[in-house]
């Protein structure tokens, strides 16, 4: 066995490795690094989580990664180290436990046609150790500790959120020794992702939580392809190993239908980022377009009926509800049309959902909405109710939108409106159909 990760990865061992080798070499070669998310305060999950510590299955204990190299458990190591494992049981066609515990299983195909996808680029191994330390350092920035390192490198002080503290930890040099494990070129890949990513979340595209507006830091990938292709993997990964403080034997949330809609949207933004037009403003509208129109098409697949195009505006509010309630299933998506196509305040709906925050004045972007969307639909099961309950969430958000609407030949800005903290009502006793009718967001 090789003597360090590295060695592992440049002696094309790494797919090879016993996952309890792997864990262990990894935390050797990353130490810093991983101490750090020791700190990272312990997630919070309302439905799944599992009350004796996550599932966990390195040596004959059956062990998480942060108990077999510490002892007791830390949320976000298990799930960095599970990102990393995922990477693993793709180079190595370990279908079974990549999408083992799956509630949606990912079909073996999918799973081949990612590995294939993903192999164009992790058969070189500069290209697979940059993904590593990519993924590795990603979630540094949540360490509470970070900030306080970052001012007494800089003196300057930081509220940013954690993609932003860890552009700021490049900047001090804090990454200096996992980065200097790579080479020139994929050292400035990782850190144009870091910077990128410290305003660009690819995710939310996914689930119809931002606007095309949110897109136009994509284009600092333009003329950088392998960068882009670096970062989006890494997030597929980040996907991957999600749920790793709950479950860490598998790539639990890449499940068959995530996986589509990251790959479906995969060569969508790369056309975007390779497009040498000279208005990319526009491609970045065709492009969130096409991603909305691939969440039609996937429900279709699964036996809804109604045909949708972006191009009208009613249909495309109803594929981003459709996105923002990941959406996968024929009865599901009958019960949000029930809900979409009777509400009395329909046009006001729209009008909301169709701000694109590029040309046509400020759009609001409902963060954390397909959260809220999630656990509406978690919380009530039967179909009337669930009705209720959908139709009184979107008279809640056209209180939130207040009016907005697309204003052509106008400014685009952006505006966030942070719903968290009715999530955590969904989850409790008190959460009825009717609930979000009464419901206005604390002050901020």
Same mark, same amino acid.
């Given at each position: 066995?090789?003597?360090?990760?590295?060695?592992?990865?440049?002696?094309?061992?790494? %797919?090879?490795?016993?996952?309890?080798?792997?864990?262990?070499?990894?935390? #050797?070669?990353?130490?810093?690094?991983?101490?750090?998310?020791?700190?990272?305060?312990?997630?919070?999950?309302?439905?799944?989580?599992?009350?004796?510590?996550?599932?966990?299955?390195?040596?004959?204990?059956?062990?998480? $990664?942060?108990?077999?190299?510490?002892?007791?458990?830390?949320?976000?190591?298990?799930? =960095?180290?599970?990102?990393? !494992?995922?990477?693993?049981?793709?180079?190595?066609?370990?279908?079974?436990?990549?999408?083992?515990?799956?509630?949606?299983?990912?079909?073996?195909?999918?799973?081949?046609?990612?590995?294939? !996808?993903?192999?164009?680029?992790?058969?070189?191994?500069?290209?697979?150790?940059?993904?590593?330390?990519?993924?590795?350092?990603?979630?540094?920035?949540?360490?509470?500790?970070?900030?306080?390192?970052?001012?007494?490198?800089?003196?300057?002080?930081?509220?940013?959120?954690?993609?932003?503290?860890?552009?700021?930890?490049?900047?001090?040099?804090?990454?200096?020794?996992?980065?200097?494990?790579?080479?020139? %070129?994929?050292?400035?890949?990782?850190?144009?992702?870091?910077?990128?990513?410290?305003?660009?979340?690819?995710?939310?595209?996914?689930?119809?939580?931002?606007?095309?507006?949110?897109?136009?830091?994509?284009?600092?990938?333009?003329?950088?392809? $392998?960068?882009? #292709?670096?970062?989006?993997?890494?997030?597929?990964?980040?996907?991957?190993?999600?749920?790793?403080?709950?479950?860490?034997?598998?790539?639990?949330?890449?499940?068959? $239908?995530?996986?589509?809609?990251?790959?479906?949207?995969?060569?969508?933004?790369?056309?975007? *980022? =390779?497009?040498?037009?000279?208005?990319?403003?526009?491609?970045?509208?065709?492009?969130?377009?096409? *991603?909305?129109?691939?969440?039609?098409?996937?429900?279709?697949?699964?036996?809804?009926?109604? *045909?949708?195009? #972006?191009?009208?505006?009613?249909? !495309?509010?109803?594929?981003?509800?459709?996105?923002?309630? !990941?959406?996968?299933?024929?009865?599901?998506?009958?019960?949000?049309?029930?809900?979409?196509?009777?509400?009395?305040?329909?046009?006001?709906?729209?009008?909301?959902?169709?701000?694109?925050?590029?040309?046509?004045?400020?759009?609001?972007?409902?963060?954390?909405?397909?959260?809220?969307?999630?656990?509406?639909?978690?919380?009530?099961?039967?179909?009337?109710?669930?009705?209720?309950?959908?139709?009184?969430?979107?008279?809640?958000?056209?209180?939130?939108?207040?009016?907005?609407?697309?204003?052509?030949?106008?400014?685009?800005?952006?505006?966030?409106?942070?719903?968290?903290? %009715?999530?955590?009502?969904?989850?409790?006793?008190?959460?009825?159909?009717?609930?979000?009718?009464?419901?206005?967001?604390?002050?901020?």
């Amino acid at each position: 066995m090789s003597r360090s990760f590295v060695d592992a990865v440049y002696n094309g061992e790494l %797919a090879s490795l016993h996952d309890d080798d792997l864990v262990r070499l990894l935390y #050797t070669q990353f130490t810093p690094e991983i101490d750090h998310l020791k700190n990272v305060p312990r997630a919070v999950e309302k439905a799944d989580q599992n009350k004796n510590g996550p599932k966990g299955n390195l040596t004959e204990k059956a062990l998480s $990664p942060s108990r077999l190299l510490f002892g007791e458990d830390f949320d976000e190591v298990n799930r =960095t180290i599970t990102n990393v !494992r995922a990477v693993k049981w793709l180079l190595a066609n370990e279908y079974e436990a990549f999408a083992a515990n799956q509630a949606v299983k990912l079909s073996k195909q999918t799973f081949s046609t990612f590995r294939d !996808r993903a192999l164009l680029s992790l058969n070189d191994p500069d290209y697979l150790i940059a993904l590593i330390v990519a993924l590795v350092v990603g979630d540094m920035g949540k360490d509470p500790h970070l900030a306080d390192e970052i001012v007494a490198l800089s003196g300057v002080k930081s509220n940013e959120n954690h993609d932003t503290l860890l552009a700021q930890a490049v900047g001090c040099g804090i990454l200096d020794k996992s980065l200097s494990l790579l080479s020139d %070129a994929r050292r400035e890949d990782v850190i144009l992702g870091i910077n990128v990513g410290a305003v660009l979340n690819i995710p939310q595209l996914m689930q119809g939580e931002n606007v095309p507006g949110s897109l136009k830091p994509v284009l600092q990938f333009r003329d950088h392809l $392998p960068a882009f #292709t670096l970062k989006y993997l890494e997030i597929m990964f980040d996907v991957a190993g999600a749920a790793g403080h709950i479950d860490s034997c598998s790539a639990k949330r890449m499940i068959e $239908p995530v996986c589509q809609s990251f790959l479906q949207a995969w060569p969508i933004l790369e056309a975007t *980022v =390779t497009s040498q037009t000279s208005h990319p403003e526009t491609s970045l509208k065709e492009a969130y377009d096409q *991603v909305l129109q691939n969440r039609g098409r996937l429900v279709n697949q699964m036996g809804f009926s109604s *045909v949708l195009s #972006t191009s009208n505006p009613a249909d !495309r509010a109803f594929l981003r509800l459709l996105a923002m309630g !990941r959406v996968a299933d024929q009865a599901t998506a009958e019960q949000v049309q029930k809900a979409f196509t009777t509400l009395p305040e329909i046009e006001s709906l729209v009008e909301g959902l169709n701000v694109n925050g590029i040309d046509d004045g400020e759009a609001i972007l409902l963060y954390y909405m397909p959260a809220l969307f999630a656990g509406t639909l978690q919380a009530v099961s039967e179909p009337g109710e669930r009705i209720e309950a959908l139709t009184s969430l979107m008279r809640f958000m056209v209180r939130l939108f207040d009016g907005s609407k697309p204003q052509p030949d106008t400014a685009g800005s952006i505006k966030e409106c942070d719903v968290s903290a %009715a999530v955590d009502f969904v989850h409790t006793s008190a959460f009825r159909p009717r609930f979000f009718d009464g419901y206005t967001l604390p002050a901020s």
